[in-house]
């Protein structure tokens, strides 16, 4: 479990690029990015994450071709999935590495303008949506 210090250093280290993506690419403000990178790498503290730069846990999905902010590499991992609600299958997956923690953020954020993201962000945005 990060320590008080920890999770203040790895916000800090982290919101300018999370600032800076979304003044350039938009979608989602920073906050909910930084939520999620604090999530998928322990504000920071998982040894694997940190090693790749791979904050968000982004796999590499069906195909290993290259982005302006992934550059095609990857490390292999395992992972538990919940495909059965209540139940855990441990698997081995691919997960996209980076250079840096910057890329690292602007690869979630250009994922996120991408087809596969389009529903999820039409239904943030829709303020009806908003419970």
């Not at 071709?65 to 395992?78: E, N, R």
């Not at 910057?102 to 419970?131: C, I, P, Q, W």
Request: charged share 20%; net charge positive; with cysteine.
């Amino acid at each position: 479990m990060a320590t008080e210090q920890q999770i203040k250093s790895f916000i800090a280290e982290i919101a300018p690029y999370a600032q800076e993506a979304y003044h350039t690419l938009g979608k989602v403000l920073p906050s909910v990015c930084i939520g999620m990178a604090c999530v998928e790498s322990a504000y920071g503290t998982s040894k694997i994450m940190r090693e790749h730069n791979a904050y968000f846990g982004q796999k590499v999905g069906s195909g290993k071709t290259a982005t302006k902010y992934w550059q095609g590499a990857f490390f292999t991992s395992k992972t538990k999935e919940e495909y059965t609600v209540g139940t855990n299958t441990v698997i081995t997956s691919a997960f996209r590495a980076y250079p840096d923690m910057r890329m690292s953020v602007f690869n979630y954020y250009e994922l996120l303008n991408t087809s596969h993201y389009k529903r999820v962000l039409a239904g943030s945005l829709d303020r009806k949506s908003v419970v």
